[in-house]
Every structure is written in C-alpha cells, then in structure tokens.
C-alpha cells in the first residue's frame, strides 16, 4: 500500500490507464477477429477492414499499442485480405 498522497494517486491513475488501455486493445483484438472471419469466407468485407484498421489507429493514438505495433498488424490484415481476394475461387 503506497505511503505518500501522490503515490497514492499514481496508483490511482495507474489503474484506471490499464482499464483504458484493456479496453481499446480489446476492441483492437475483436475488429481485427471479425475481419479476419471475412478472409476466412474468401470474400473479405472491405467495411469489416476499414473497422479494424480503425481500431488498431485509435488503440495506438491512445498508447495502448505501440504504434508499429498497429502499423504491422494492418499491413498482414491488408496483405491477408489481398490475398484471399486475388486467389481463385475453387
């Protein structure tokens, strides 16, 4: 248990950062489930992406993800969906 007032606070803050931050990579992780699922049918949902691609953008704006981090989570999302959209269809 901290001793100090401000310590105290730090605490504080500290833990309403990590509910904030679980809650962005959270919704990071299921947009990013969600349009995996749409590769997954062959045929990727460009709204399911562009969801996804957003999330990860305002995962990282907050600094729950470190920025490259959500850079190269979009680029295999984007290079995922191309794939699965050039392949042929058997």
Do not use: C
Request: net charge positive; charged share 30%; glycine share 4%.
């Amino acid at each position: 248990m901290p001793i100090t007032k401000s310590a105290f606070k730090r605490m504080r803050k500290a833990k309403e950062q990590e509910l904030r931050n679980k809650a962005a990579k959270s919704g990071a992780k299921t947009a990013v489930k969600k349009a995996l699922a749409t590769i997954g049918t062959g045929q990727p949902d460009s709204a399911a992406l562009a969801q996804a691609t957003s999330a990860l953008d305002k995962a990282a704006s907050k600094g729950a993800l470190h920025k490259n981090a959500a850079a190269r989570r979009k680029s295999r999302l984007a290079r995922a969906a191309n794939k699965a959209a050039t392949a042929p269809s058997a």
